[in-house]
């Protein structure tokens, strides 16, 4: 697996054709399903000017795939769903005007949960995507397309996005890096929404010093998204072998039922990996994490209910004839969603639904409010929170699919960050049974820089971000 800088001598020494070349040949080989698209004459196309014109950019030359939600212009983008068949954008995402510009190569749309609702990448139209430790078991969701392609070498960089931990999830049980930033650090527009308060892209690669180079590259405000925020972006600066005074917060409420015994020792012997290298550590309480999992769906199912609206076969997409607008909007939405869509959209109209708004959706406004504080109080005394990424290492394909409450259990580690809007990244930090273990590393939010160098300085100091799954 090459980084980024090695990825930059070759392309200097030889060609940005050449490596986009052999990248398009693993991705024709690969057994993972982690495309739904792949971009090849374009992206050649796009190499051989590299080459013949030259670019100074940070990536200039380096393919990277796309999760199959972020608007691509000319380049099919469908959100893993039957119902956007066909459906080219006429317009880039914010992010890929950022990619674009520093040179960049798209190389494909990554597969993903039909609109980015899942913890498996199951749930999608052009099939589950393959964990490359194991192809029997699951990417881990919503954003296993992307994580899977940069574990098996079939890309070396690849954006997702995170609602309620779908970077964090797939980079755990793909064991690649995969960072979710500050609710507002990296603009939205461009990306389809499916929970628009509680989602942000974020970048995967198999290093900590690759993960803030690209998201140097995506990062940055956005007039065109309302959420974005104005900050200075330098997160490479941040690349420091050094945690020396460093304050780790271990919240004893994410290594409760349900952690795997083997996923909870990992994450404490990376935890006082750090600690022997300078850092301290301090319990601290997160008393309203037992109420995250319910608020989240409930938010985060509501505001898909109403985004998800506009998918009615008038406009784009797929498109049953019928006599009138409401049998046309009706059929087309029967059999354009997936089970999964189609519960979450239900669920979310009924808890906005008269009589049952105050009940349900205002009263999960609330409690986010108070998760939202548990972090504010745990920050005024530690640096960062460390916990493990999810609960257990990737499950068997088909094991949990017909179980959608044991899928959103899965997510118990990874929504309480997106509904506090902080930081977290997470890293490989160990193996149970020849499958990779997530640390979830937690910051303050805009502290972007104390959770890379926490990070950082794990991976320099361990070995376990260099394993491979066999025969990549």
Same mark, same amino acid.
Request: glycine letters at 10%; aromatic letters at 8%.
């Given at each position: 697996?090459?980084?980024?800088?090695?990825?930059?001598?070759?392309?200097?020494?030889?060609?940005?054709?050449?490596?986009?070349?052999?990248?398009?040949? $693993?991705?024709?080989?690969?057994?993972?399903?982690?495309?739904?698209?792949? &971009? !090849?004459? =374009? +992206?050649? @196309?796009? #190499?051989?000017?590299?080459?013949?014109?030259?670019?100074?950019?940070?990536?200039?030359?380096?393919?990277?795939?796309?999760?199959?939600?972020?608007?691509?212009?000319?380049?099919?983008?469908?959100?893993?769903?039957?119902?956007?068949?066909?459906?080219?954008?006429?317009?880039?995402?914010?992010?890929?005007?950022?990619?674009?510009?520093?040179?960049?190569?798209?190389?494909?749309?990554?597969?993903?949960?039909?609109?980015?609702?899942?913890?498996?990448?199951?749930?999608?139209?052009?099939?589950?995507? $393959?964990?490359?430790?194991?192809?029997?078991?699951?990417?881990?969701?919503? &954003? !296993?397309? =992307? +994580?899977? @392609?940069? #574990?098996?070498?079939?890309?070396?960089?690849?954006?997702?996005?995170?609602?309620?931990?779908?970077?964090?999830?797939?980079?755990?049980?793909?064991?690649?890096?995969?960072?979710?930033?500050?609710?507002?650090?990296?603009?939205?527009?461009?990306?389809?929404?499916?929970?628009?308060?509680?989602?942000?892209?974020?970048?995967?690669?198999?290093?900590?010093?690759?993960?803030?180079?690209?998201?140097?590259?995506?990062?940055?405000?956005?007039?065109?998204?309302?959420?974005?925020?104005?900050?200075?972006?330098?997160?490479?600066?941040?690349?420091?072998?050094?945690?020396?005074?460093?304050?780790?917060?271990?919240?004893?409420?994410?290594?409760?039922?349900?952690?795997?015994?083997?996923?909870?020792?990992?994450?404490?012997?990376?935890?006082?990996?750090?600690?022997?290298?300078?850092?301290?550590?301090?319990?601290?309480?997160?008393?309203?994490?037992?109420?995250?999992?319910?608020?989240?769906?409930?938010?985060?199912?509501?505001?898909?209910?109403?985004?998800?609206?506009?998918?009615?076969?008038?406009?784009?997409?797929?498109?049953?004839?019928?006599?009138?607008?409401?049998?046309?909007?009706?059929?087309?939405?029967?059999?354009?969603?997936?089970?999964?869509?189609?519960?979450?959209?239900?669920?979310?109209?009924?808890?906005?639904?008269?009589?049952?708004?105050?009940?349900?959706?205002?009263?999960?406004?609330?409690?986010?409010?108070?998760?939202?504080?548990?972090?504010?109080?745990?920050?005024?005394?530690?640096?960062?929170?460390?916990?493990?990424?999810?609960?257990?290492?990737?499950?068997?394909?088909?094991?949990?699919?017909?179980?959608?409450?044991?899928?959103?259990?899965?997510?118990?580690?990874?929504?309480?960050?997106?509904?506090?809007?902080?930081?977290?990244?997470?890293?490989?930090?160990?193996?149970?049974?020849?499958?990779?273990?997530?640390?979830?590393?937690?910051?303050?939010?805009?502290?972007?820089?104390?959770?890379?160098?926490?990070?950082?300085?794990?991976?320099?100091?361990?070995?376990?971000?260099?394993?491979?799954?066999?025969?990549?």
């Amino acid at each position: 697996m090459a980084t980024i800088n090695e990825l930059r001598e070759r392309i200097h020494a030889e060609s940005s054709e050449e490596i986009v070349h052999e990248y398009l040949e $693993k991705i024709a080989e690969s057994k993972l399903n982690a495309f739904i698209t792949v &971009s !090849g004459e =374009s +992206a050649l @196309a796009r #190499a051989r000017k590299i080459d013949s014109e030259g670019h100074e950019g940070p990536l200039a030359g380096i393919p990277i795939a796309i999760k199959d939600n972020i608007s691509t212009k000319g380049i099919r983008t469908t959100c893993a769903s039957k119902i956007l068949t066909g459906y080219i954008p006429p317009y880039d995402a914010h992010v890929i005007e950022r990619l674009k510009e520093a040179g960049a190569i798209i190389i494909g749309k990554a597969n993903m949960d039909e609109f980015a609702m899942g913890t498996s990448t199951e749930t999608s139209f052009y099939g589950a995507t $393959k964990n490359p430790w194991d192809i029997e078991r699951v990417p881990g969701g919503s &954003s !296993g397309g =992307s +994580a899977a @392609a940069v #574990a098996g070498d079939d890309v070396p960089l690849a954006l997702g996005s995170d609602t309620g931990g779908s970077v964090r999830c797939p980079a755990s049980f793909c064991g690649v890096v995969g960072l979710k930033p500050t609710y507002g650090v990296i603009s939205r527009y461009g990306l389809i929404a499916y929970a628009n308060s509680l989602e942000q892209i974020g970048p995967f690669a198999t290093s900590v010093r690759d993960v803030a180079t690209l998201f140097d590259v995506i990062a940055g405000y956005d007039a065109r998204d309302s959420t974005s925020v104005k900050r200075d972006v330098n997160y490479s600066s941040a690349m420091k072998n050094d945690v020396r005074g460093l304050k780790i917060g271990v919240p004893e409420e994410y290594f409760g039922e349900g952690t795997d015994e083997k996923v909870e020792k990992a994450v404490r012997d990376a935890i006082h990996k750090l600690e022997d290298l300078g850092a301290s550590l301090k319990d601290v309480k997160m008393p309203h994490t037992k109420y995250a999992l319910a608020s989240y769906y409930i938010i985060a199912m509501s505001e898909a209910s109403s985004n998800l609206a506009r998918f009615d076969g008038m406009r784009y997409g797929l498109r049953v004839e019928d006599s009138d607008w409401h049998t046309t909007f009706s059929q087309v939405r029967a059999a354009g969603f997936g089970d999964e869509v189609k519960r979450r959209i239900l669920l979310g109209t009924y808890a906005l639904s008269a009589g049952y708004h105050d009940k349900y959706y205002l009263k999960a406004l609330k409690v986010r409010t108070l998760i939202k504080q548990d972090f504010e109080r745990a920050f005024k005394n530690v640096d960062v929170l460390i916990t493990p990424t999810m609960p257990y290492p990737a499950f068997r394909l088909g094991e949990k699919i017909g179980d959608p409450l044991s899928l959103y259990l899965a997510d118990v580690d990874t929504v309480p960050i997106n509904l506090a809007g902080v930081p977290s990244i997470s890293v490989p930090c160990g193996f149970s049974e020849g499958l990779p273990i997530g640390m979830q590393i937690i910051g303050k939010h805009f502290d972007e820089a104390t959770i890379l160098r926490t990070a950082y300085t794990f991976e320099e100091n361990t070995d376990f971000h260099i394993k491979q799954p066999e025969g990549v």
